[in-house]
């Protein structure tokens, strides 16, 4: 009954359903970063990327400094990629079988074609705002 509702939403609001949903999962996702990641960690290491990025530009003209510079940027890209594969592992397995879901819900809509650039494009302008009311690096 609750299906053949939230369907017969989705077939008369396309836009509006694509866009809820995707506001939805960005929060759900925003929300298991703030609790699992190390906001603090995330924060160093996000001026440190600042830094560095900082002392390249002032030592454009030395190629071994920019060297030593770029490679203490790497190792510090490869925390930040570790530190962030936790929540990426925990939202991955249920965002697979929501858009099993989804998929075949939105293919006989009118943006049957285009739907995933709605999602896209609500997620990212959803996750910049829940970042932002979050206040997470």
């Given at each position: 009954m609750?299906?053949?509702?939230?369907?017969?939403?989705?077939?008369?609001?396309?836009?509006t359903?694509?866009?809820?949903?995707?506001l939805?999962?960005?929060?759900?996702?925003t929300?298991v970063?703030?609790?699992?990641?190390?906001?603090?960690?995330?924060?160093?290491?996000?001026?440190?990327?600042k830094?560095?990025?900082?002392?390249?530009?002032?030592?454009?003209?030395?190629?071994q400094?920019m060297?030593d510079?770029?490679?203490?940027?790497?190792?510090?890209?490869?925390?930040?990629?570790?530190?962030?594969?936790?929540?990426?592992?925990?939202?991955f397995?249920?965002?697979i079988?929501?858009f099993?879901?989804?998929r075949p819900?939105?293919?006989?809509?009118?943006?049957?074609?285009n739907?995933?650039?709605?999602?896209?494009?609500?997620?990212?302008v959803?996750?910049?705002i829940?970042?932002?009311?979050?206040?997470?690096?």
């Amino acid at each position: 009954m609750i299906k053949m509702a939230i369907t017969a939403l989705i077939q008369t609001y396309p836009r509006t359903a694509i866009i809820v949903f995707s506001l939805i999962i960005s929060l759900l996702i925003t929300i298991v970063n703030y609790f699992v990641l190390d906001q603090n960690r995330m924060r160093e290491l996000k001026d440190k990327q600042k830094n560095l990025q900082a002392e390249m530009k002032k030592h454009k003209d030395n190629p071994q400094k920019m060297m030593d510079l770029q490679k203490e940027m790497f190792s510090h890209m490869g925390e930040n990629m570790k530190h962030s594969f936790k929540p990426m592992l925990i939202t991955f397995i249920p965002l697979i079988i929501f858009f099993n879901w989804l998929r075949p819900t939105f293919a006989g809509t009118g943006i049957a074609g285009n739907w995933i650039w709605y999602y896209i494009g609500a997620s990212i302008v959803g996750s910049l705002i829940f970042r932002k009311l979050f206040k997470m690096p």
